[in-house]
């Protein structure tokens, strides 16, 4: 029995677990911990694995699953939405990439067809890689994600004819007109089954296999649809990778994809890592050191080359210039499918030994950079801001409107474009609620501004867009960001421009709840805990718990987690009229033609009349508190009352119409 396959799984596990143990407590991404353990463990340093072959068929699983778990959260509908990114910008990056780098390629004394090869190589970037990077910050679906995940599938789609390309390039007999026909029928197939499994198979299939309620039975089918769909396409000359990405596509309209998403992340994971640990493998550091000055060179024009080219491609699609960095530092590295490319370009003699081990080298290191300059991105473009840029440059090609928003008084202000505040202020639409959105999504503020929403398109740290959105007249902010950093600088900021509004964050983990509170924040939500707190109330209600105990058990759980702070938190704290189940308070409106009209509470007797106990009338931004006897009732005042269910019901009538009253008005009129 052959051990070897084993003998390397576990010495890949036993260095990535110490060097991830190490770049985790020195907050250094993971992947880098992966490449240098390929590094480490390869050929070309200590040898302790040799072969490469059964590594590569693992990282190939890795590269499917990463890529079909991207599918599952991307959906065809953001595809077909992103369609001119995919096309236009990626043409525009592959070619004139290619082209510039053609050009560069006179200097390093290569013939044009090598050159030509090697501007294809390096126009590639890494999908497995920058996806990835992308998944974990979540900003796949982000503005610049969007962009970038876009340029990255024209990419892959370019592998094929890119592979035609260095074979014709090789100068091996082949029919050109025929290999561009067969691959134009495979595109159309191609087409037509992810539209068919989208829309009519997938869905029913997995319907189908839910209802059996085995969950073993669902994962493998998920894994016989990803793994059978990537070999469909390989068979027909695209990559496993794009097949994979092709088949999360097909089930991401299921109702059952984010279960399926859900069961293959620890898998998808874990095999992920073996495709970066066998790039790291692939570097020669001998060669790297015998020609360090020409390595650093040729790295240095590629991410400065690659940025400024994908960086403008971004900014021809619309980009402000805070995105154009983000788009051009994110693909500004060599991809894993130029691997295949570079192979084939060996063999046919289109690469020399030499300039094989220089494009190996400059690939591992640039992808190996690309988590910092990913993470360095939004810092560097701030910086660059600060400089005396041109106003279209700044802004973008494509500016959005500009909006004038009347001089709003006791508002309500939502900042975030995640699920959470997008359905607020749809709720607050609907009810009639002034509210101002700010949005740091250029896309997702032009769909709602085009819905006649009041939107400020920009970034809430920067004053100017709170003080746009009049957020120092406000009475209540709502900060939905979700990342720590930018929530508590906005909080600072509200907090100094309105001492008075009482803002209400949403915080990721428990441990951040401090922090936002100490930035002055009124209440903080901690979402995974009011998750879990909400479903607890629904057992509790579910189970006959009184309204008192429900509170009363909510509060201890508050407490237990959140300690000091729960006091802050305004939801299902205990009150006085806990002790009184029945009890409430009603907020009931006067209106036009009832009993109550111009009589004063003297007059009506709302007390002997109903039981009730009347607290406060709202008459328009006023509030009378402990009205008194001789206080008249009018048109459209909110009279909030203290009473059961029966007596706020008998109130109800003496402020109200009645339906036999309206009636009888009608046929009088008739």
């Known amino acids: 029995m052959d051990l070897e396959i084993l003998k390397h799984i576990v010495i890949i596990f036993l260095l990535s677990t110490f060097v991830n143990l190490v770049f985790t407590r020195i907050k250094v991404p993971t992947v880098v911990g992966y490449l240098l353990t390929g590094i480490i ?16 068929l693992l990282a190939e699983i890795g590269v499917i699953l990463l890529l079909f778990t991207i599918g599952l959260e991307f959906s065809l509908k953001h595809l077909l939405k992103i369609r001119r990114i995919v096309f236009v910008g990626g043409f525009i990056q592959v070619f004139v990439t290619a082209g510039i780098f053609f050009v560069v390629s006179y200097f390093y004394d290569l013939n044009w067809q090598s050159g030509l090869f090697i501007g294809f190589l390096v126009a590639l970037s890494s999908s497995a890689l920058v996806l990835k990077l992308l998944q974990e910050r979540s900003e796949i679906s982000s503005n610049y994600g969007r962009t970038v995940v876009g340029i990255l599938i024209f ?42 499994g989208n829309k009519w198979l997938l869905p029913k299939l997995l319907e189908w296999i839910a209802r059996t309620k085995n969950e073993e039975l669902f994962f493998m089918s998920i894994l016989l649809i990803c793994l059978g769909i990537a070999l469909l396409t390989s068979r027909l000359g695209m990559s496993l990778a794009f097949g994979a990405f092709l088949a999360g596509l097909m089930v991401s ?39 360090f000055q020409l390595v650093f060179i040729s790295i240095l024009l590629v991410i400065v080359l690659k940025t400024v080219i994908a960086g403008g491609t971004g900014f021809i699609l619309g980009h402000t210039f805070r995105g154009t960095v983000l788009v051009g530092l994110a693909l500004c590295q060599v991809g894993e499918f130029s691997f295949v490319l570079a192979k084939i370009g060996f063999q046919n003699a289109l690469l020399s030994d030499f300039y094989y081990q220089l494009f190996l080298a400059v690939a591992v290191i640039t992808m190996a950079l690309t988590p910092f300059l990913m993470q360095a991105s939004l810092p560097l473009a701030n910086i660059l801001l600060k400089l005396p840029l041109p106003k279209f440059l700044v802004n973008g090609l494509f500016p959005l409107k500009e909006i004038d928003i009347p001089e709003l008084q006791n508002h309500l202000v939502i900042i975030g474009k995640d699920n959470s505040a997008l359905k607020l202020s749809q709720m607050a639409k609907y009810n009639d609620i002034h509210h101002v959105s700010i949005i740091f999504d250029p896309m997702i503020a032009k769909e709602k501004m085009n819905e006649g929403d009041t939107v400020v398109y920009g970034d809430a740290v920067n004053e100017p ?7 120092n007249r ?26 008075g509004a009482h803002i209400i964050a949403r915080a990721k983990h428990i441990e951040h709840v401090e922090q936002l509170y100490k930035l002055g924040a009124d209440q903080v939500m ?21 309204h008192r105990d429900v509170n009363r058990i909510l509060a201890h759980v508050r407490n237990v987690n959140l300690g000091d702070f729960t006091k802050r938190d305004m939801i299902n704290q205990p009150t006085i009229l806990d002790e009184f189940p029945n009890v409430s308070i009603s907020a009931v409106h006067v209106e036009a033609g009832s009993e109550a009209e111009g009589k004063s509470l003297l007059d009506i007797q709302l007390r002997r009349k109903s039981g009730v106990t009347l607290l406060a009338i709202r008459r328009g931004t ?49």
């Open 41 to 56: 463990a390869g050929p070309h340093l200590l040898g302790l694995i040799k072969t490469q072959h059964e590594l590569e």
């Open 474 to 499: 406000a009475d209540i902010v709502v900060v939905s960001v979700g990342s720590l950093i930018p929530s508590m600088a906005i909080i600072e900021k509200i907090r100094k421009l309105n001492k």
């Open 253 to 291: 309209e299921s109702e059952y994809s984010h279960n399926a998403f859900g069961n293959l992340i620890p898998l998808k994971d874990v095999f992920t890592s073996f495709f970066f640990v066998s790039m790291g493998m692939l570097l020669d550091l001998s060669f790297v050191l015998e020609n």
């Open 622 to 670: 006023k509030v009378i508190e402990h009205p008194e006897p001789e206080t008249v009732f009018l048109p459209d005042d909110i009279v909030y009352v203290l009473g059961d269910p029966e007596q706020t019901n008998l109130a109800f009538e003496l402020f109200t119409v009645q339906q036999e009253e309206e009636e009888g008005e009608h046929n009088q009129r008739g």
């Open 526 to 546: 901690p979402e995974k805990l009011e998750i879990a707190i909400d479903l607890f109330n629904r057992v509790l209600v579910q189970r006959l718990y009184t």
């Open 155 to 196: 990419q892959d789609i370019m592998l094929v004819p890119l592979l035609l390309f260095a074979d014709f390039l090789g100068k091996e007999s082949m029919n050109i007109s025929r290999e561009l026909l067969l691959l134009f029928l495979k595109a159309i197939f191609i087409i037509g089954l992810v539209y068919a």
């Open 465 to 471: 867009v709170l003080l746009k959105a009049h957020a």
